[in-house]
């Protein structure tokens, strides 16, 4: 029996204000994947993404797009690049291209191209290993509307199984073009002179790292360690399955480049010895995930953002208007520690606590066993930083909570030095047999001395920082009812140094 379209708007609307996020994007409906084509132009963040307008589950991808000045407030807009005779529109990069270097402009405005992965379906359901191709598009107006260039393919397929992905970065050195794109299991770099004609330097990944699944989604780019002087190359490459939890993850690797060749660093090199793989993220729900391109030199920020979820289950979500939420947005910066090595960590913009309200700040430390805060403005997610002392032999524990019975829980056991959540009495977890409701653990490298967390909780997501961001953890869960409650309690007396928290102001 068909529901009544009062009933279903009443559906809609009872899962918007339980499920939809207040600060991350979301699309108004249907299904949304990896972020692509991020691109920064005359005071706007400009977020393309994968995107199916005709269901809540995958389908043929086109590019959706979305637009922001904060990274709190987005504007949904047109899709901008639809399927084609030669394909889907897979992911893929867009840069501005201000030298004209393509030959795209019109002689009057700035082109901004992007470039992606063509995806033949008949190809692929024939059996043809060459179905992957590489096209661009270029735009005049800022990325609203986008013309197809009339040669595509620009990179042909050299008879290789998922031939995915572009990024595209200027390689200031060398005055070009230089491309990073995925195979199964390795990535190969690219050059160009004017991002249409491109010729092949070399490939990456050989026993290095996660083989569990398909390699893809890759990103590539220099930052300074510790902020100032030297400069290591960085290479972002999200696997699918593999990932540290099962399903999917991101990878990183460290290291040098001439040019020609991706070397990792020899201390990095220890790291990958010691732990097999090193990822951005050890939460299960951060995936394909890169930076946005041309972000103004007096800003320096690398910036970020992921797919919100995982392959495992996240087209079974309890979500039916839409499906697919992003991360927040989050600087990434690159730091050697003496023990450690190199090690590339993140923290939520800056933008996050500007666009927010303080609304309970710990005015001197506090000796306590427990704590607890419950407002109703937490109903619809709160940011805080917390600061503990005194760690040793203890275990403490974070409840976000409802009176209903769903709870979320978090923390640090210091005996066993392990971070772990546990979202298994957070609402709904029957929806997919692969949701993985046990407690996920997390032994760290070493003694942790202090602990400070950064933790940005909307709805139904949380991420969390650990350590400045030297650890992160990103889960998805479904309550039944609005969490209000943060609770805190440990096993002996702890130190709360300090503590802020935070209600973010809603695009929504």
């Known amino acids: 029996?068909?529901?009544?379209?009062?009933?279903?708007?009443?559906?809609?609307?009872?899962?918007?204000?339980?499920?939809?996020?207040?600060?991350?994007?979301?699309?108004?409906?249907?299904?949304?994947?990896?972020?692509?084509?991020?691109?920064?132009?005359?005071?706007?963040?400009?977020?393309?993404?994968?995107?199916?307008?005709?269901?809540?589950v995958?389908?043929?991808?086109?590019?959706?797009?979305?637009?922001?000045?904060?990274?709190?407030?987005?504007?949904?807009?047109?899709?901008?690049?639809?399927?084609?005779?030669?394909?889907?529109?897979?992911?893929g990069s867009a840069i501005v291209d201000y030298h004209n270097t393509?030959?795209?402009?019109?002689?009057?405005?700035?082109?901004?191209?992007?470039?992606?992965?063509?995806?033949?379906?008949?190809?692929?359901?024939?059996?043809?290993e060459e179905y992957q191709t590489q096209g661009i598009a270029f735009s005049l107006d800022e990325g609203f509307?986008?013309?197809?260039?009339?040669?595509?393919?620009?990179?042909?397929?050299?008879?290789?199984?998922?031939?995915?992905?572009?990024?595209?970065v200027w390689d200031e050195e060398r005055n070009s073009w230089l491309m990073?794109?995925?195979?199964?299991?390795?990535?190969l770099f690219y050059r160009s002179k004017n991002l249409i004609d491109w010729k092949y330097l070399s490939s990456f990944g050989k026993d290095l790292g996660a083989h569990g699944g398909v390699w893809e989604c890759p990103d590539f780019f220099q930052l300074q360690v510790n902020g100032i002087g030297e400069k290591k190359w960085v290479l972002l490459q999200s696997i699918n399955p593999g990932g540290p939890n099962g399903g999917s993850g991101t990878q990183y690797f460290i290291g040098d480049f001439d040019g020609v060749e991706f070397v990792i660093d020899s201390e990095f090199q220890k790291q990958l010895d010691r732990y097999g793989a090193i990822w951005l993220d050890y939460g299960r729900d951060n995936y394909a995930g890169v930076t946005w391109s041309n972000v103004p030199e007096?800003?320096?920020?690398?910036?970020?953002i992921g797919w919100m979820s995982n392959w495992n289950y996240a087209d079974k979500v309890p979500t039916y208007q839409w499906r697919g939420a992003m991360t927040i947005p989050r600087e990434l910066s690159l730091k050697r520690v003496e023990s450690k090595g190199y090690s590339l960590q993140s923290l939520p913009v800056k933008e996050l606590i500007d666009n927010s309200d303080l609304i309970y700040e710990l005015n001197e430390p506090l000796r306590t066993k427990t704590f607890d805060i419950s407002k109703d403005e937490f109903a619809d997610g709160i940011s805080f930083k917390i600061e503990l002392e005194d760690l040793s032999d203890n275990v403490y524990t974070f409840s976000w909570s409802n009176n209903k019975g769903d709870s979320l829980e978090f923390g640090l056991d210091a005996i066993s030095n392990t971070f772990f959540i546990d979202r298994s009495k957070a609402g709904n977890t029957n929806f997919s047999n692969q949701f993985l409701i046990e407690k996920l653990t997390y032994k760290l490298e070493k003694e942790v001395?202090?602990?400070?967390?950064?933790?940005?909780?909307?709805?139904?997501?949380?991420?969390?920082?650990?350590?400045?961001?030297?650890?992160?953890?990103t889960e998805i869960f479904f309550p039944k009812y609005k969490m209000t409650n943060m609770s805190l309690f440990a096993k002996k007396e702890l130190t709360i140094k300090s503590l802020k928290t935070y209600k973010i102001k809603s695009y929504v």
Do not use: C
């Open 58 to 91: 995958w389908g043929p991808m086109h590019w959706g797009h979305a637009t922001t000045n904060d990274f709190i407030h987005w504007e949904e807009h047109d899709i901008a690049l639809f399927p084609d005779e030669l394909g889907y529109i897979f992911s």
């Open 102 to 128: 393509s030959g795209l402009g019109d002689g009057n405005t700035i082109p901004v191209i992007a470039i992606f992965t063509y995806h033949d379906p008949e190809k692929e359901k024939n059996g043809e």
């Open 449 to 473: 001395q202090g602990l400070s967390l950064e933790v940005v909780i909307d709805k139904t997501s949380i991420e969390i920082f650990v350590n400045e961001g030297e650890h992160v953890f």
């Open 145 to 168: 509307t986008w013309k197809k260039y009339e040669g595509n393919p620009v990179l042909p397929n050299p008879g290789l199984k998922d031939f995915r992905d572009p990024k595209v």
């Open 180 to 187: 990073v794109l995925s195979t199964y299991a390795k990535t």
């Open 298 to 304: 007096e800003d320096g920020r690398r910036l970020f």
């Open 1 to 56: 029996m068909l529901k009544s379209s009062k009933s279903l708007h009443n559906n809609i609307s009872e899962e918007n204000t339980l499920y939809r996020p207040q600060i991350h994007f979301t699309p108004k409906s249907k299904w949304m994947n990896d972020p692509n084509g991020m691109f920064y132009l005359n005071g706007t963040y400009h977020l393309f993404y994968q995107y199916y307008p005709d269901g809540n």
